[in-house]
């Protein structure tokens, strides 16, 4: 399995402060089927700032020591990237980092709101040839309220990432089922970790995976796991046509 975002990096953000406490999640995270992780530390999300070359540093000293410890697990670089006014320009100076240097980006939208300048500044970064990743849409307030905020974006072509708690109901039946709707709508397009730790915060990907087998069948957790697989090779992922969130019964392209 491949996971898109964790926050396995020490002491860069909210992720695990020593190294000891990261190795200890790349260790749960091998143990259960995790090959390939995408480390994401927050960036310009108000509390950390991580540039691109920082990442980078970060990353080879990681692998360097995972290999010494002998984990069989191989990290990626990328970024959360926090949703701000100068994003492109901050892309065009070399500060923002994709995931495994691809053309997918990992975007963070604040979790009260969407703000008004969201579709403009995707749309930028699109003319640049990127291909922008909400981050856990199903976690913000307004995307609950008003899903059809979502859905005109996912329309012009971003796509999104949910949760692995959140498929597994770790984060509430409320969250829990409004994910389940954005699976249905065909505005879900991958389910990466997002892990901060081995214990609040841990893995669930697997656990992800067979809830969405179970809910869907084996064609959706196919789709799910073989997006995060193109997007590292760079390649251009399944995405069907999204719908508005208002149906029961689920007419999805699996």
Known sequence: MIDLHCHIL????????????SLEMARH?????????????????????????TIIQNVQTYND????????????PGQENRIFGEISEDYDAGMLQTIADTSYILIELPSSHV???TGRLLFDLQVKGLKPIIVHPERNSEIISHPDTLYHLVEKGILTQVTASSA?????????KFTFELIEAQMAHFIASDAHNVTSRSFKLREAYEVVEKEYGIEARFYFQENAELVVRNQTVYAGQPERIKKKKF????
């Open 65 to 76: 020591r995972l290999k010494a410890e002998g984990i069989d697990i191989v990290v990626q």
């Open 168 to 176: 597994t109901g770790h984060f509430g039946k409320k969250i829990q």
């Open 10 to 21: 020490p002491n860069i953000d909210d992720g695990p402060k020593t190294i000891e406490a």
């Open 115 to 117: 703000p008004r300048y």
């Open 29 to 53: 995270a091998a143990e259960t089927g995790i090959k390939t992780i995408i480390a994401t530390p927050h960036h310009k999300n108000g509390s950390y700032e991580n540039p691109k070359q």
């Open 251 to 254: 007419l999805g392209i699996f």
